[in-house]
């Protein structure tokens, strides 16, 4: 496995139509093992292979022990069904430190091939139904910030975003999560954990 390099906005690579794979070989399925490694090392909940510069249809998805027990690998999905509605803040590897509010669907089903060739259903509801639909959008040439729900909030984020990744593509800042940064990440997964027990209760 290898850490892959994160696309940002502009990429011309983000703004387009992904291939659908025909053929499940070594290529793909090292690809599927070196995108997981590099959203593991970005602290992400999702990839799109677009996002690392390859304009296949495939995604990795890991949310968590909350709402899968292990990472999805998803080669060509598509949403077959959704209901519901919900509205979060929204992040992306592909747009750096910028968090906007989105409304999606609150439950998805998603068929795909998985790495055998098997054609499977994933379903998936809250923060899983928001990760899939998100990375399914990058499949399809789109990012986040095409949706949001807060067109103010966006423009004042754009100059902003703009210069985290100028900063970053220079080198003078790294495109890692800092150590304060995932403990934030994960002191809000302990808080989403607490508040699901408290409706399950």
Do not use: W
């Amino acid at each position: 496995m290898s850490l892959m390099k994160v696309k940002y906005l502009g990429s011309s690579v983000l703004h387009r139509q992904a291939k659908q794979i025909s053929v499940i070989n070594r290529e793909i399925i090292n690809l599927a093992e070196d995108m997981i490694e590099t959203m593991y090392k970005y602290c992400g909940v999702g990839l799109a292979a677009p996002q690392v510069g390859v304009s296949k249809q495939m995604i990795v998805v890991d949310c968590g022990e909350k709402y899968q027990k292990e990472t999805y690998i998803l080669i060509n999905p598509k949403i077959v069904s959704h209901k519901g509605t919900q509205i979060d803040d929204e992040g992306c590897l592909s747009l750096p430190g910028m968090y906007l509010p989105v409304v999606r669907a609150d439950y998805v089903a998603v068929e795909a091939m998985d790495l055998s060739g098997k054609k499977i259903v994933i379903e998936g509801n809250k923060l899983l139904a928001r990760c899939l639909q998100h990375e399914i959008d990058h499949l399809n040439g789109k990012t986040f910030d095409e949706m949001v729900s807060e067109p103010e909030k966006l423009m004042q984020e754009i100059p902003l975003l703009k210069e985290r990744i100028e900063a970053i593509l220079r080198g003078d800042v790294s495109p890692f999560p800092t150590d304060e940064e995932i403990s934030e990440l994960e002191a809000a997964e302990a808080e989403e954990a607490k508040n699901m027990e408290k409706v399950r209760a």
